[in-house]
C-alpha cells in the first residue's frame, strides 16, 4: 500500500469560509501525545524486516528505477557493419548490428535473413555516411578487409576484421564455422555462434535429403550468374557454393579455376562443356533485358536447357556472405523448381 502524506495545518492554505472543527477543538498537548502514538507504531510495525531485507528493496528500487530512466549500461554490445556478410551471419544467428550499408536493396541481393526493421541503413557499404554514425550508439565496427578503408570514418570506435573466404583453392567448411566463431567471440556469446554452427549443419543436411527426394537423378550442378548476356560468372571450388553443395551431398562441377571471389568469367557457349547430367544453376537477380536477351539467344535455344538439359533459377543469396549464405543457398535449392535433363 502507499504510503499516505499528511500535511500539516499551517501548510494548507484555507479559505475563511471554512474551518477545521477537530484541529481547533482538540488541545495541542493531546495532539503531541497522539503524534508520538502514532509514530512508534508505525516504527513498531517497520521493525520487523530485517537490515539486509531493508538494503535488498533498496537495491531492488534503484535498480528499477535505472532501468526506467533508461541510464543502465546494456549487457549487448552495439554492432555496426557495413559488410552483408557479417550483418546477415549476425542477424541469422540472433544478433543483427544496429546498422549496416546499402540496407534498401538488402532483399534484392542477399534476401534471406531479414533484416530487422529497425537496422539503420548507412548509406552506401563501400563508403558509408559518416554523419549518421557518429550519431549511433556503436560500441565495435565488424568489416573485412573491402572495407577497411573507411574506418577513419568510425572516430574511436574500434573495428575488428572478420572474412568469410577460402583459405585455399577449394572452400571447407571450417573456411565458414571459424569465422563464425571469431563473431561469437566479439559479442561476448560465443555459445550463440556455436548453436548457430550445429544448427546451420542439421539445416544444411535436412535440405539435401528434401533435395534428393525431389530430384534423385540430379547430382551436380554448375552455378552462373548473369550480368549479361555476354557477361556471365561461373561460380568455381573456391566460392561458398562448393561446400554448401558438398554439405547436401551433391557436386559443384566447374570450368576451371577462378579468381579470389571464387568466380571465373564465362561465355554462353562455352557451358556447352558442361556434363551433360549437369544441372544449371542461375542465381537471381536477373534484369528484365538480360532475361529476354538469354531467351532470344540462338546459343542458349541450342544449348537445350529446360528440355535435353536440366537448369533451375535460384532466389538471390549473397554470393560472397557467410555462414547465413550457406543455409540460405541450401533451403533455397532444397525448394527449387528444376526442368530438363536428369530433373525430367
Known sequence: MSPVFYTSKTSVPMSKSKTMPVLDTIPVTILKWMTLALCLVLTACDSTQTPQENIEQVDESQSVDTV????????????????????????????????????RVWHRWVGSPELPPETIDLGIRYQPNAEL???????????????????????????ESVLFAAKGDIAQWSDYTAPTRELGELIDNPKMAENYI??????????????????????????????????????????????????????????GEGNQWGFMSVRM??????????????????????????????VWQRLGYGSDRCVGELPPVWIYGGMSSLVSLADNLSNVSLEGGAAS
Request: one cysteine or more; proline letters at 7%.
Open 68 to 103: 526506467n530512466n533508461g541510464s543502465a549500461q546494456s549487457p549487448s554490445i552495439q554492432i555496426v557493419s557495413p559488410d552483408w556478410g557479417n550483418a546477415a551471419t549476425l542477424t541469422a544467428m540472433g544478433y543483427p548490428p544496429i546498422a549496416t550499408g546499402d540496407a
Open 198 to 255: 550445429s544448427q546451420s549443419e542439421k539445416d544444411i543436411t535436412l535440405a539435401g535429403e528434401q533435395l534428393q527426394q525431389r530430384y534423385p537423378n540430379v547430382k551436380k550442378f554448375a552455378v552462373v550468374q548473369f550480368d549479361a548476356v555476354k557477361k556471365i560468372r561461373m561460380y568455381v571450388a573456391n566460392s561458398l557454393f562448393r561446400p554448401a553443395l558438398t554439405g547436401m551431398g551433391k557436386e559443384l562441377d566447374t570450368l
Open 269 to 298: 557457349g562455352d557451358l556447352a562443356a558442361l556434363d551433360d547430367d549437369t544441372c544449371l544453376l542461375v542465381v537471381n537477380p536477373v534484369s528484365p533485358i538480360t532475361r529476354a536477351e538469354i531467351e532470344d539467344s540462338l
Open 133 to 159: 554514425i557518429a550519431q549511433l550508439p556503436v560500441d565495435l565496427v565488424i568489416d573485412n578487409p573491402f572495407y577497411e578503408h573507411a574506418r577513419n570514418l568510425y572516430g574511436d570506435v574500434p573495428a
